[in-house]
């Protein structure tokens, strides 16, 4: 059954909690999913260079040009991308296509439901149980709007391609964020190169480039429904840096340093698990994501000694169908998970 539309002031604090405001300066961080402190130099320098220009605005030829940059990406027509001033734009769009009942899968990412709600649409969550996986009965017949995240953020659960296909029906669609899909190794069932009449595939820029200051992303999809989304939209939606980052990072050479960095994420995953599973504690598996899902008993008092030895982790039980002994850990390298592993052995937990 559909939810109320209706969003009391704790649900919404719920839904709009994200992992940056639990991580104060000089923390190390396992709380948010970003990759390192701040885009790689040649990016830096992309982005430095096109400072003199800002007394202007933003012109048409570098609009184009990233768009045709992302399309070129993912083997897509121009007319099949809208850039974004960040993934969470691309959610506040979504109650333009006026859906009657939208479907939302979580635990997931939180920003899809709260933008439908707050513009009064009916809302049903389809909450999965561990581990997580998605069967498309579970979704309402009557839900003309599917939102789903693949990998799905916090449970790092990858679902499959076929699985996506499942949930398409007559006059619905599906939008799925793929906002971690470049951390994959080779992108696996990603279906951003697919030119589906009603699928949407969001894509953000945030994390892997560690760009969450600039707010950048896109989404991929049929130029009717794209029409739609963009429909009384401001003018100069993206600045002039914005369509440069986005520009620079479809580019090959910085795709094959994605593929890099992705099978390293991979490997760190692995070992940090390893060490976490060495410690008792239960992970969700498989993780696909550069995040990892635990749950541990007494994880709030758990967060809060971490707190306390300068370590932020995210709390879950702002995910609907998690509680206070989930914890989201994103993945770091083996000097830092040797720093979580002790401060965690210590807490008396």
């Known amino acids: 059954m559909p939810e109320s539309t209706a969003l009391p002031a704790a649900d919404r604090d719920r839904l709009r909690h994200h992992g940056d405001v639990d991580v104060s300066p000089g923390m190390l961080d396992f709380a948010v999913n970003v990759q ?14 096109r400072l003199g220009e800002l007394g202007r605005y933003p012109s048409a030829a570098d609009e184009s040009a990233a768009r045709a940059a992302v399309a070129a990406r993912h083997g897509r027509a121009p007319e099949e991308v809208l850039l974004l001033g960040g993934g969470a734009e691309g959610f506040a769009m979504l109650p333009r296509l006026a859906p009657r009942l ?8 939180t920003e899809p439901e709260l933008a439908l709600r707050e513009a009064g649409v009916a809302v049903a969550r389809v909450l999965l149980e561990p581990p ?11 839900a003309d709007l599917v939102v789903l995240g693949n990998p799905t953020n916090p449970t790092s659960v990858l679902h499959p391609a076929e699985t996506l296909y499942a949930l398409r029906r007559p006059g619905r669609i599906v939008v799925i964020d793929e906002a971690f899909a470049d951390a994959i190794p080779g992108e696996p069932q990603s279906v951003a190169a697919q030119s589906l ?34 429909h009384g939209r401001a ?29 390293d994420i991979a490997a760190e995953r692995a070992v940090m698990i390893e060490r976490l599973r060495g410690l008792g504690i239960e992970v969700c598996e498989p993780a696909h994501g550069p995040f990892v899902l635990i749950r ?14 300068a370590i932020a982790v995210r709390r879950c039980d702002t995910f609907p169908g998690l509680g206070p002994d989930h914890l989201r850990l994103a993945v770091r390298g083996a000097a830092e998970v040797d720093r979580l592993v002790a401060a965690i052995r210590s807490s008396g937990l």
């Open 132 to 142: 997580y996986a998605l069967d498309p009965a579970l979704v309402p017949a009557e």
């Open 197 to 230: 009449p009603d699928v949407l595939v969001l894509r953000s820029l945030t994390k892997t480039w560690a760009l969450a200051g600039l707010r950048c992303g896109y989404l991929l999809g049929p130029p009717a429904l794209l029409t739609r989304l963009s």
């Open 102 to 109: 939208a479907a939302v899968v979580h635990p997931s990412f």
């Open 235 to 263: 003018h100069w939606p993206l600045g002039t840096l914005q369509l440069e980052a986005i520009a620079a990072t479809a580019d090959p050479a910085a795709l094959g340093e994605s593929r890099s960095r992705a099978v």
């Open 296 to 309: 541990v008993p007494d994880g709030e008092l758990l967060r809060k000694r971490l707190a306390d030895k």
């Open 36 to 49: 390192g402190s701040g885009p790689p130099d040649w990016l830096r320098e992309r982005l430095a260079a």
